[in-house]
């Protein structure tokens, strides 16, 4: 079992960063891959980042490539979210999610295969 707290969202003006935090809890937390996911109002949720159990491969969606970053501290059993160069469309509730690796990068984008959510942080970009 892993439980997912997230952290960090807040209010930015456009052009501005913020860092998502999302805290696990459970021992084998290691060797789960994480990914990051948004919803925005009266919009599907989406697939924005994830790295594989060993922080060795991430994934981007296009929107965020290049402006966002996503890395993992086992030890410390945290992933996070790096936003930068933030515009209004990134406005949206973030939520990160767990599943078991091994993972492959088919897999890593897909909403349905992830067992564990966090319960979202907001994140609003004014323009």
């Known amino acids: 079992q892993v439980q997912l707290v997230e952290s960090g969202g807040g209010l930015v003006q456009a052009g501005g960063s913020l860092r998502l935090s999302c805290a696990a809890s459970g021992r084998t937390f290691s060797t789960y891959a994480v990914g990051w996911f948004r919803q925005a109002a009266g919009k599907e949720r989406e697939f924005a980042a994830a790295?594989?159990?060993?922080?060795?491969?991430?994934y981007y969606a296009d929107s965020v490539k290049g402006r966002f970053t996503i890395s993992r501290d086992n030890a410390k059993n945290t992933v996070y979210l790096q936003m930068n160069s933030l515009k209004p469309e990134d406005t949206a509730v973030y939520y990160c999610?767990?599943?078991?690796?091994?993972?492959?990068?088919?897999?890593?984008?897909?909403?349905?295969?992830?067992?564990?959510w966090g319960q979202g942080t907001q994140v609003a970009v004014s323009s």
């Open positions: 790295i594989n159990w060993s922080a060795g491969s991430t």
């Open positions: 999610a767990a599943q078991r690796g091994p993972t492959p990068a088919r897999a890593m984008g897909v909403v349905s295969l992830y067992e564990y």
